[in-house]
């Protein structure tokens, strides 16, 4: 059996995996990567972020030339859905930057490894390869990246063609007329928002008494009414015993509900780590009751040589708090200082409007005793939403009461995803909100909207009546 000895063995090919792998041979390691499927780049490139946001992107042109374009005194007609094309860009631009991360590895002579790694002991891991044959990596490091996957839920029978997680929602070859969603988070209401727009009848199951769990919930209630507005329908309170396929049909049960009739179920109730199958028990190492394995601040476990990150370590599950740990563990390993703030981490949902939010939610403040001012930016007083056609939405920063320090910032708008970087930016350098009020916005942008917020913190604002 073949034995390849390196500095540095990734776990995993994920937005963790492979950045850390990519990262590691910049530090000067001889460096190798494994992952279990064909492609690198994780759930998030393959089955997740990016094709997620592909078809989110098409079905929004779909629905704007529908609807959108009268009032630019632009007439359409004849719009007509070809969603074999729609699936076959969202399968190239997948296809593209899966084969980007390829191209990374060559460039920085990190050694790819296809198959299913396992660990055998200290320094040691398994390497079942796609082709059948089995190879044994020895390295100082092992960096454990093996991500996520979506959660099962008790009484859902999943059969991945007409009930199944986000992957299979991807992939339709045809509109449902009825889509259920079970779960009213980020993952639910961006692929409801897809399916809606190309023509379904979307019902989104949510077992809390409110969509977006965790996140400010004045934002989240204004999703909530915007979203009903473009068609999803909402069942708040409702527990699901089971989902099951009858017939040609799927049947979904709630709790205290009439049975719910549909043509395709999407479960999104979460996702938990993928702990099991990688080798633990070989160096004697646990995960937690949820499955996530413990580690210090440099990201090490209680096995010596092996570090976590990324999904593995629990946390937001988020492609970017993973890629930024990645980095920061290959530099505290190479003697670097560097440092991860969990504060100043945002979080998207790329619906129409975007959602986007960092920092501490209102909610939280108020919880925990924290006295705050707050200050809304209105998009509708700003001038560059208004000619987009965009003037639905508002900025709200959350400042402390006494020092002015940025303590959150929420936007529910077009491009909030853009627009958080700034305020993720302002908090990491611990900006007070007269920082942010006193640079200079270029005019006509959105931006603005954030400037205005700033100022309205100290009952300043210029464009709010």
Known sequence: MKTTEFDVVVIGGGPAGYVAAIRSAQLGFKTACIDENLQFGGTCLRVGCIPSKALLESSHLYLEAQKGMASHGIQVSG???DLSAMM??????VQTLTGGIDLLFKKN???AYRGRGAIEGVGLVRVNLTGGE???????HIILATGSRPAPMRGVEEDGVRIGNSTMALSFNEVPKRFVVIGGGYIGLELGSVWNRLGSEVIVLEAMDRILPGM???IAQMAHRTFQKQGLQFRLNS???SAKVVGNKCVVTCKGAEPLECDRVLLSAGR????RDIGLENVGLETDKRGFIPVNGDFQTAATGICAIGDLIGGAMLAHKAMDEAIVCMERLSGMKSHINYGTIPAIVYTHPEIATVGKSEDQLKEAGVAYSKGIGFYGANGRARALGEAEGRVKILADAKTDRVLGVHIIGARAGDLIAEAATAMEFGASSEDIARCCHAHPTLSETLHEAALAVAKRAIHTA
């Open 272 to 275: 938990v780590p993928n702990s």
């Open 88 to 93: 076959k860009r969202k399968d190239q631009i």
């Open 239 to 241: 527990w699901v015993e």
């Open 109 to 111: 002579q990190v050694t």
């Open 79 to 81: 719009v007509q859905l």
């Open 216 to 218: 400010d919930s004045e």
């Open 134 to 140: 089995v190879e044994k990596v020895k390295a100082k």
